[in-house]
């Protein structure tokens, strides 16, 4: 353990197995609902990381995408189904990254459960769109670091914790396995 963590006067560490886990994804998802999506074999501009915003995290875990068949994403994903998720839902809390791996699908009907009618941005032609592809990401390990109380209590935790020269730092952080 580390000088700092030696310090905590209260447990900060708690890894997560199966459904905790996958609860644990649930919840900062809906917090931070945008990620980095990074591919391996990257061949477009982006280097293999771009902006994804998720449109599901299922009972299992899975997270679903909605993504174009021509897309530099889409090709990568089919040399190498290698994926690494990034998020972070506040400045100070709520971060997560996620392994795993994620293939893509033209399943419609699941086109049509993803849909929201602001994607006709990227799908001109609205859900119907040929072009539309479903990803499923299935994770298979990942790492939070969040607060347990919340912005505010944790924000005071520091000042007071500055103040008297004492770490009270009220975050936690854990391996996610699925």
């Known amino acids: 353990m580390d000088s700092i963590n030696q310090q905590q006067p209260e447990q900060n560490?708690?890894?997560?197995d199966g459904v905790e886990?996958?609860?644990?994804?649930?919840?900062?998802?809906?917090?931070a609902t945008s990620c980095f999506f990074r591919t391996d074999g990257a061949i477009g501009p982006s280097r293999g990381v771009r902006p994804m915003s998720?449109?599901?995290?299922?009972?299992?875990g899975h997270l679903w995408f909605l993504s174009a068949s021509d897309?530099?994403?889409?090709l990568e994903l089919a040399a190498s189904p290698a994926v690494t998720l990034h998020f972070q839902?506040?400045?100070h809390a709520g971060f997560l990254e996620?392994?795993?791996?994620?293939?893509?699908?033209?399943?419609?009907a699941r086109i049509k459960d993803l849909w929201n009618f602001m994607l006709r941005t990227w799908f001109t032609e609205g859900e119907d769109d040929p072009r539309i592809t479903v990803i499923r990401f299935v994770p298979e390990r990942g790492y939070y670091w969040d607060?347990?109380?919340?912005?505010?209590?944790?924000?005071?935790?520091?000042?007071v914790g500055a103040a008297i020269g004492k770490t009270l730092d009220?975050?936690?952080?854990?391996q996610l396995r699925f």
Not at 13 to 16: I, K, N, T
Not at 21 to 31: F, H, N, P, Y
Not at 71 to 74: A, G, I, L, M, Q
Request: net charge negative; no cysteine; charged share 40%.
């Open 170 to 174: 009220d975050s936690i952080e854990g």
């Open 89 to 91: 839902a506040g400045a």
């Open 21 to 31: 886990a996958i609860k644990r994804v649930q919840d900062m998802v809906d917090d």
């Open 54 to 60: 998720v449109r599901e995290v299922d009972d299992t």
């Open 147 to 159: 607060n347990k109380h919340g912005n505010a209590i944790a924000g005071a935790k520091v000042a």
């Open 13 to 16: 560490r708690r890894d997560l």
């Open 71 to 74: 897309s530099h994403k889409n």
């Open 98 to 108: 996620l392994e795993g791996r994620a293939e893509v699908l033209t399943d419609r």
